[in-house]
Protein backbone atom coordinates (compact mmCIF):
# COMPACT_ATOMS: atom_id res chain seq x y z
CA UNK A 1 0.00 0.00 0.00
CA UNK A 2 1.36 3.23 -0.72
CA UNK A 3 2.15 5.70 2.08
CA UNK A 4 -0.16 8.38 2.49
CA UNK A 5 2.48 11.95 2.98
CA UNK A 6 1.16 14.46 5.65
CA UNK A 7 1.06 17.74 3.92
CA UNK A 8 0.01 21.03 5.62
CA UNK A 9 -1.50 24.18 4.35
CA UNK A 10 -0.86 26.90 6.57
CA UNK A 11 -2.52 29.96 6.37
CA UNK A 12 -5.25 28.35 4.06
CA UNK A 13 -8.02 30.83 4.58
CA UNK A 14 -10.70 30.04 2.14
CA UNK A 15 -8.53 28.24 -0.31
CA UNK A 16 -8.70 24.50 0.47
CA UNK A 17 -5.94 22.50 -1.01
CA UNK A 18 -6.87 18.68 -1.98
CA UNK A 19 -4.02 16.48 -0.13
CA UNK A 20 -3.42 18.74 1.93
CA UNK A 21 -4.33 19.16 5.48
CA UNK A 22 -6.01 23.23 5.11
CA UNK A 23 -5.10 25.12 8.47
CA UNK A 24 -6.04 28.97 9.28
CA UNK A 25 -6.05 30.58 12.68
CA UNK A 26 -9.60 32.68 11.77
CA UNK A 27 -11.32 30.89 9.45
CA UNK A 28 -13.56 28.22 10.83
CA UNK A 29 -14.21 26.79 7.48
CA UNK A 30 -10.31 25.02 7.48
CA UNK A 31 -9.80 21.46 8.48
CA UNK A 32 -8.34 22.52 11.55
CA UNK A 33 -8.14 25.98 13.22
CA UNK A 34 -4.82 26.29 14.88
CA UNK A 35 -1.90 28.82 14.85
CA UNK A 36 0.67 28.18 12.61
CA UNK A 37 3.37 28.54 14.50
CA UNK A 38 2.06 26.61 17.00
CA UNK A 39 1.53 22.85 15.64
CA UNK A 40 0.56 20.45 17.67
CA UNK A 41 2.31 17.91 15.01
CA UNK A 42 4.78 15.60 16.62
CA UNK A 43 8.59 16.22 16.03
CA UNK A 44 9.81 15.16 12.52
CA UNK A 45 6.28 14.22 11.60
CA UNK A 46 5.20 16.13 8.43
CA UNK A 47 6.41 15.67 4.86
CA UNK A 48 5.19 18.89 3.54
CA UNK A 49 4.66 22.67 4.14
CA UNK A 50 3.23 24.93 1.91
CA UNK A 51 1.92 28.72 2.70
CA UNK A 52 0.87 31.01 0.41
CA UNK A 53 0.45 35.32 0.95
CA UNK A 54 0.78 34.37 4.94
CA UNK A 55 4.19 35.37 6.36
CA UNK A 56 4.17 38.92 5.08
CA UNK A 57 0.91 39.31 7.94
CA UNK A 58 3.44 37.89 10.67
CA UNK A 59 5.22 39.99 12.84
CA UNK A 60 9.34 39.79 12.16
CA UNK A 61 9.64 37.51 15.37
CA UNK A 62 6.49 35.47 14.98
CA UNK A 63 8.13 34.58 11.66
CA UNK A 64 11.15 33.78 12.57
CA UNK A 65 9.30 31.39 15.80
CA UNK A 66 7.22 29.81 12.80
CA UNK A 67 10.35 28.86 10.83
CA UNK A 68 11.70 27.24 13.53
CA UNK A 69 8.33 25.60 14.53
CA UNK A 70 8.02 24.21 10.81
CA UNK A 71 11.43 22.98 11.00
CA UNK A 72 10.59 20.80 14.13
CA UNK A 73 7.70 18.92 12.53
CA UNK A 74 9.31 18.47 9.37
CA UNK A 75 11.04 15.48 8.40
CA UNK A 76 14.23 15.10 6.98
CA UNK A 77 14.40 16.06 3.45
CA UNK A 78 10.81 17.62 4.18
CA UNK A 79 9.40 20.24 2.15
CA UNK A 80 9.09 23.61 2.90
CA UNK A 81 7.24 25.80 0.01
CA UNK A 82 6.64 29.76 0.59
CA UNK A 83 4.79 31.93 -1.88
CA UNK A 84 4.29 35.50 -0.98
CA UNK A 85 4.54 39.53 -2.25
CA UNK A 86 7.38 40.49 -3.70
CA UNK A 87 7.46 43.74 -2.14
CA UNK A 88 10.53 45.07 -4.08
CA UNK A 89 8.32 44.36 -7.45
CA UNK A 90 5.51 46.26 -6.16
CA UNK A 91 7.31 49.45 -4.03
CA UNK A 92 8.88 50.06 -7.30
CA UNK A 93 5.47 49.69 -9.30
CA UNK A 94 4.14 51.93 -6.63
CA UNK A 95 6.96 54.73 -6.71
CA UNK A 96 6.43 55.19 -10.44
CA UNK A 97 3.19 55.32 -10.52
CA UNK A 98 0.97 58.51 -10.74
CA UNK A 99 -0.70 60.06 -7.92
CA UNK A 100 -4.41 58.24 -8.81
CA UNK A 101 -2.60 55.13 -8.89
CA UNK A 102 -0.75 55.63 -5.64
CA UNK A 103 -3.85 57.02 -3.75
CA UNK A 104 -6.68 56.50 -5.46
CA UNK A 105 -9.42 53.56 -6.31
CA UNK A 106 -9.85 53.35 -2.53
CA UNK A 107 -6.24 53.19 -1.46
CA UNK A 108 -5.90 50.09 -3.73
CA UNK A 109 -2.70 50.80 -4.70
CA UNK A 110 -0.99 51.27 -1.29
CA UNK A 111 -3.01 48.55 0.18
CA UNK A 112 -0.45 46.17 -2.42
CA UNK A 113 2.32 47.88 0.42
CA UNK A 114 0.55 47.51 3.75
CA UNK A 115 -2.09 45.46 3.16
CA UNK A 116 -5.77 45.72 3.47
CA UNK A 117 -6.54 46.74 6.50
CA UNK A 118 -9.84 47.56 6.43
CA UNK A 119 -10.59 43.99 6.55
CA UNK A 120 -9.12 42.80 9.82
CA UNK A 121 -6.31 42.34 11.68
CA UNK A 122 -5.10 39.32 9.64
CA UNK A 123 -4.70 41.49 6.46
CA UNK A 124 -2.56 43.83 7.41
CA UNK A 125 1.33 43.15 6.25
CA UNK A 126 3.75 43.58 9.07
CA UNK A 127 6.49 42.02 7.18
CA UNK A 128 7.96 42.51 3.90
CA UNK A 129 10.19 40.71 1.69
CA UNK A 130 12.39 40.46 -1.33
CA UNK A 131 13.87 37.45 -2.60
CA UNK A 132 17.32 37.79 -1.18
CA UNK A 133 15.90 38.79 1.92
CA UNK A 134 13.46 35.49 2.34
CA UNK A 135 16.20 33.22 1.07
CA UNK A 136 18.20 34.74 3.53
CA UNK A 137 16.03 34.73 6.73
CA UNK A 138 15.21 30.80 5.41
CA UNK A 139 18.77 29.76 5.56
CA UNK A 140 19.27 31.29 8.88
CA UNK A 141 17.06 28.95 10.34
CA UNK A 142 18.80 25.97 9.32
CA UNK A 143 16.72 25.06 5.67
CA UNK A 144 18.48 24.36 2.69
CA UNK A 145 17.12 26.78 -0.08
CA UNK A 146 16.67 24.87 -3.38
CA UNK A 147 15.14 27.57 -4.92
CA UNK A 148 13.91 31.14 -4.87
CA UNK A 149 13.14 33.69 -7.52
CA UNK A 150 10.27 36.18 -8.62
CA UNK A 151 7.29 34.15 -9.57
CA UNK A 152 3.63 35.34 -10.73
CA UNK A 153 0.45 36.65 -8.70
CA UNK A 154 -1.97 33.97 -8.19
CA UNK A 155 -4.46 36.03 -10.52
CA UNK A 156 -1.60 36.06 -13.06
CA UNK A 157 -1.41 40.10 -13.37
CA UNK A 158 1.64 41.02 -12.37
CA UNK A 159 4.31 38.11 -13.62
CA UNK A 160 6.81 38.94 -10.74
CA UNK A 161 4.40 40.29 -8.83
CA UNK A 162 5.17 36.92 -5.94
CA UNK A 163 8.24 35.12 -4.20
CA UNK A 164 7.83 31.35 -4.62
CA UNK A 165 10.70 29.69 -2.72
CA UNK A 166 11.52 25.99 -1.96
CA UNK A 167 13.48 24.32 0.50
CA UNK A 168 14.25 21.36 2.43
CA UNK A 169 14.81 20.37 5.99
CA UNK A 170 18.37 18.70 6.06
CA UNK A 171 19.54 15.61 6.63
CA UNK A 172 21.24 15.60 10.39
CA UNK A 173 25.21 15.73 10.76
CA UNK A 174 26.86 13.40 13.27
CA UNK A 175 27.27 16.69 15.19
CA UNK A 176 23.15 16.86 15.38
CA UNK A 177 22.67 12.99 16.30
CA UNK A 178 25.11 13.18 18.75
CA UNK A 179 23.09 15.96 20.24
CA UNK A 180 19.86 14.46 19.56
CA UNK A 181 20.76 11.55 21.48
CA UNK A 182 22.87 12.95 24.32
CA UNK A 183 19.62 15.21 25.01
CA UNK A 184 17.52 12.07 25.48
CA UNK A 185 19.07 11.79 28.88
CA UNK A 186 16.80 15.06 30.20
CA UNK A 187 19.07 14.80 33.85
CA UNK A 188 22.32 14.60 32.62
CA UNK A 189 21.99 17.83 30.22
CA UNK A 190 19.60 19.90 32.48
CA UNK A 191 20.46 23.39 33.36
CA UNK A 192 21.28 21.81 37.02
CA UNK A 193 23.30 19.46 35.44
CA UNK A 194 25.51 22.44 33.69
CA UNK A 195 25.14 24.63 36.92
CA UNK A 196 26.97 22.23 39.37
CA UNK A 197 29.47 21.05 36.67
CA UNK A 198 33.11 21.38 37.83
CA UNK A 199 33.91 23.31 34.16
CA UNK A 200 31.08 25.41 34.37
CA UNK A 201 32.27 26.64 38.18
CA UNK A 202 35.83 27.26 37.19
CA UNK A 203 34.64 29.37 34.14
CA UNK A 204 32.09 31.73 35.74
CA UNK A 205 35.29 32.28 38.37
CA UNK A 206 37.84 33.68 35.32
CA UNK A 207 38.73 36.94 34.87
CA UNK A 208 37.27 37.09 31.15
CA UNK A 209 34.26 38.22 31.55
CA UNK A 210 33.58 41.74 30.22
CA UNK A 211 33.02 43.30 26.41
CA UNK A 212 31.81 40.88 23.67
CA UNK A 213 32.61 37.10 24.62
CA UNK A 214 32.91 34.21 22.30
CA UNK A 215 31.70 30.63 23.43
CA UNK A 216 33.71 28.01 20.98
CA UNK A 217 31.35 25.30 20.77
CA UNK A 218 28.70 26.41 22.67
CA UNK A 219 26.75 23.27 22.43
CA UNK A 220 23.03 24.25 23.84
CA UNK A 221 23.92 27.09 25.05
CA UNK A 222 23.58 26.23 28.79
CA UNK A 223 26.72 27.77 29.68
CA UNK A 224 26.29 30.67 27.82
CA UNK A 225 23.11 31.23 29.27
CA UNK A 226 24.53 31.10 32.93
CA UNK A 227 27.35 33.21 32.22
CA UNK A 228 25.56 35.81 31.02
CA UNK A 229 22.77 35.30 34.15
CA UNK A 230 25.42 36.15 36.22
CA UNK A 231 27.69 38.78 34.02
CA UNK A 232 24.67 41.30 33.50
CA UNK A 233 27.17 43.61 31.29
CA UNK A 234 28.61 41.31 28.47
CA UNK A 235 27.71 39.85 25.19
CA UNK A 236 27.97 36.02 24.22
CA UNK A 237 27.97 34.92 20.68
CA UNK A 238 28.06 30.73 21.21
CA UNK A 239 29.07 29.13 17.95
CA UNK A 240 28.61 25.09 17.11
CA UNK A 241 28.82 22.84 14.19
CA UNK A 242 25.61 21.51 15.37
CA UNK A 243 22.34 23.08 13.86
CA UNK A 244 20.25 21.00 16.11
CA UNK A 245 22.41 22.41 18.98
CA UNK A 246 21.42 25.91 17.93
CA UNK A 247 18.45 25.52 17.60
CA UNK A 248 18.02 24.49 20.53
CA UNK A 249 20.06 27.10 21.93
CA UNK A 250 17.92 29.92 20.11
CA UNK A 251 14.57 28.47 21.48
CA UNK A 252 15.71 27.47 25.20
CA UNK A 253 17.98 30.71 25.88
CA UNK A 254 16.66 33.60 24.17
CA UNK A 255 18.10 36.71 25.48
CA UNK A 256 18.73 39.79 24.21
CA UNK A 257 22.61 39.67 25.54
CA UNK A 258 22.98 35.84 23.54
CA UNK A 259 23.40 34.90 20.09
CA UNK A 260 24.26 31.46 18.57
CA UNK A 261 25.65 30.50 15.24
CA UNK A 262 25.66 27.43 13.50
CA UNK A 263 29.32 27.49 11.83
CA UNK A 264 33.01 25.90 11.56
CA UNK A 265 35.30 26.62 14.04
CA UNK A 266 37.92 26.58 11.80
CA UNK A 267 36.14 29.20 9.53
CA UNK A 268 33.41 31.17 11.40
CA UNK A 269 31.59 34.06 9.99
CA UNK A 270 32.92 37.24 12.62
CA UNK A 271 35.05 40.08 11.13
CA UNK A 272 39.01 40.28 12.61
CA UNK A 273 39.58 41.08 15.90
CA UNK A 274 35.73 41.24 17.06
CA UNK A 275 35.90 39.65 20.32
CA UNK A 276 37.41 40.85 23.56
CA UNK A 277 37.73 37.10 25.36
CA UNK A 278 36.52 33.90 24.45
CA UNK A 279 36.46 30.23 26.18
CA UNK A 280 36.33 26.65 24.44
CA UNK A 281 35.26 23.74 26.72
CA UNK A 282 35.61 20.06 25.97
CA UNK A 283 36.23 21.33 22.17
CA UNK A 284 39.79 20.91 21.60
CA UNK A 285 40.58 17.38 21.82
CA UNK A 286 37.57 17.28 19.50
CA UNK A 287 39.09 19.21 16.78
CA UNK A 288 41.63 16.93 14.22
CA UNK A 289 43.55 20.75 13.00
CA UNK A 290 44.12 22.45 16.24
CA UNK A 291 46.88 24.91 14.57
CA UNK A 292 44.03 26.14 12.27
CA UNK A 293 41.28 26.28 14.82
CA UNK A 294 43.86 28.66 17.12
CA UNK A 295 44.74 30.58 13.96
CA UNK A 296 41.14 31.63 13.96
CA UNK A 297 40.74 32.05 17.01
CA UNK A 298 43.83 34.36 16.93
CA UNK A 299 41.88 36.17 14.13
CA UNK A 300 38.47 36.69 15.85
CA UNK A 301 40.37 37.63 19.42
CA UNK A 302 41.24 41.19 19.67
CA UNK A 303 45.16 41.84 20.78
CA UNK A 304 46.08 40.90 24.49
CA UNK A 305 42.62 39.01 24.41
CA UNK A 306 41.85 36.09 26.76
CA UNK A 307 41.06 32.57 26.00
CA UNK A 308 39.71 30.39 28.77
CA UNK A 309 39.59 26.50 27.96
CA UNK A 310 39.10 22.78 29.10
CA UNK A 311 40.21 19.48 28.16
CA UNK A 312 39.93 15.94 29.84
CA UNK A 313 43.37 15.49 31.17
CA UNK A 314 44.88 12.25 29.87
CA UNK A 315 41.75 10.83 27.81
CA UNK A 316 40.70 10.11 31.65
CA UNK A 317 36.88 9.27 30.38
CA UNK A 318 38.61 6.98 27.67
CA UNK A 319 35.89 8.69 25.37
CA UNK A 320 36.50 7.43 21.78
CA UNK A 321 35.27 10.79 20.37
CA UNK A 322 38.62 12.37 21.44
CA UNK A 323 41.15 13.05 18.55
CA UNK A 324 43.86 13.88 20.70
CA UNK A 325 44.81 13.85 24.42
CA UNK A 326 46.58 16.21 26.46
CA UNK A 327 48.79 16.72 29.50
CA UNK A 328 49.42 19.81 30.91
CA UNK A 329 52.50 20.33 29.17
CA UNK A 330 51.17 19.31 26.17
CA UNK A 331 48.68 21.38 26.10
CA UNK A 332 50.67 24.49 27.13
CA UNK A 333 52.74 23.22 24.22
CA UNK A 334 50.14 23.60 21.38
CA UNK A 335 48.74 27.03 22.77
CA UNK A 336 52.34 28.70 22.79
CA UNK A 337 53.34 27.70 19.28
CA UNK A 338 50.00 29.54 18.06
CA UNK A 339 50.93 32.52 19.63
CA UNK A 340 48.98 32.34 23.31
CA UNK A 341 50.84 33.23 25.95
CA UNK A 342 49.20 30.67 29.15
CA UNK A 343 48.67 32.85 32.06
CA UNK A 344 47.76 30.04 34.42
CA UNK A 345 46.99 26.07 34.20
CA UNK A 346 46.05 23.93 36.31
CA UNK A 347 44.08 20.29 36.96
CA UNK A 348 41.42 19.32 38.89
CA UNK A 349 39.12 16.80 38.46
CA UNK A 350 40.88 15.01 35.66
CA UNK A 351 39.97 18.25 33.89
CA UNK A 352 43.15 20.64 32.68
CA UNK A 353 41.93 24.50 32.38
CA UNK A 354 43.87 26.70 30.91
CA UNK A 355 43.96 31.28 30.59
CA UNK A 356 45.60 32.26 27.59
CA UNK A 357 46.21 35.71 26.42
CA UNK A 358 46.94 36.39 22.59
CA UNK A 359 50.37 37.68 22.33
Wanted: with cysteine; charged share 25%.
Amino acid sequence: MEETLLKLHLGCGPRHLNGYVNIDKYHPSADRVMDASKLDYSDNSVDEIFTSHMVEHMRFPDFLKALQEWKRVLKENGTLIIRCPNFEKHLLDWLNADYNKRWGENNKGINNIIGFQGKGSGYINRNLFSVKRLKSLVKQEGFEVLEAHPYSTRNKTIPDGDILLRAKKPELSQFDKNWQEALKDRKRFSLKWYKNHPITKNLLSNDIWQGKIVDLGCGIGSRAFLAQEKYRKVKIAGIDASQYAIDYAKKHFESPRLEFVCANLLNTPFKDNYFDNAYMLAVIEHILDINSLLKEMERILKSSSKLFLSTTEKNYHSDPSHIHIFTKDSLQEILESNNFKVLQIYVKEHIIFALAKVI
